[in-house]
């Protein structure tokens, strides 16, 4: 059965400390990985798609990159504003566009 | 205004009535979603819709009824609700050839007693 496993479930840093978030999948014919974030209250949103092993993603403090097996996002030098649940997802391996499975998500805490 | 909206934001109500939570984009997206969230469990599609009168099942669709009428509205429909569907729920869109870059509503919180 295809899996998407992130990890750790929380994470909390101090503002400036830089860490990442693991995102591990087991479908395979991987059809691309995305990223969203998710604020307490809100629907997610949309951060980085990746495609292929190797590529990378940068987006402000956030950078996604991706190997065969699991994907990673690093946070560099976070501020209290990166604050969120950040989720990781990957298509359905039966050729039906749009469906996604999600991760349970990395609930990321950054203190002042 | 531009974007994904849902209502209601909350509901409560009981066991066994049909409750309808609504979906509308102003993107005219081909694509439209379903999802619930629950601790535990994360996100999981229950139905999503490809365009007009397109719709078919995702991972936990038992229990609830979609259509899709018009592209852009996408209500969902609990016909006999249990207390096993109090979950917040979102409904996501997205654009033909970006069906993975999905926006998602505001959410409705569901509670079921």
């Known amino acids: 059965e295809d899996q998407v496993t992130q990890s750790p479930e929380a994470l909390r840093l101090q503002e400036g400390e830089s860490s990442s978030l693991n995102c591990s999948y087991t479908v395979s014919g991987l059809r691309g990985l995305f990223w969203y974030r998710q604020d307490p209250g809100k629907g997610p949103e949309f951060l980085f798609t990746l495609y292929s092993a190797g590529e990378e993603k940068e987006k402000e403090r956030l950078k996604a990159t991706l190997t065969k097996k699991e994907s990673f996002l690093h946070i560099t030098a976070p501020k209290p504003e990166d604050s969120a649940t950040y989720l990781c997802a990957v298509p359905w391996t039966t050729d039906s566009w749009g469906k996604l499975q999600f991760g349970a998500g990395t609930q990321v805490v950054v203190t002042p | 205004d531009a974007g994904i909206t849902q209502s209601p934001r909350y509901k409560i109500t009981e066991t066994g009535r049909q409750v309808t939570l609504m979906c509308h984009q102003t993107w005219s997206h081909s694509y439209m979603f379903w999802y619930r969230q629950d601790l535990g469990h994360g996100l999981r599609l229950i139905y999503y819709?490809?365009?007009?009168?397109?719709?078919d099942k995702g991972e936990v669709p038992d229990g609830y009824v979609v259509s899709r009428s018009k592209t852009e509205n996408f209500p969902l429909t609990l016909e006999s609700a249990t207390r096993s569907q109090t979950s917040v729920y979102f409904c996501?869109?997205?654009?033909?050839?970006?069906?993975?870059?999905?926006?998602f509503g505001p959410g409705t919180r569901l509670t079921v007693t």
């Open positions: 996501a869109s997205s654009a033909w050839g970006a069906s993975y870059e999905q926006y």
């Open positions: 819709s490809a365009a007009a009168d397109i719709t």
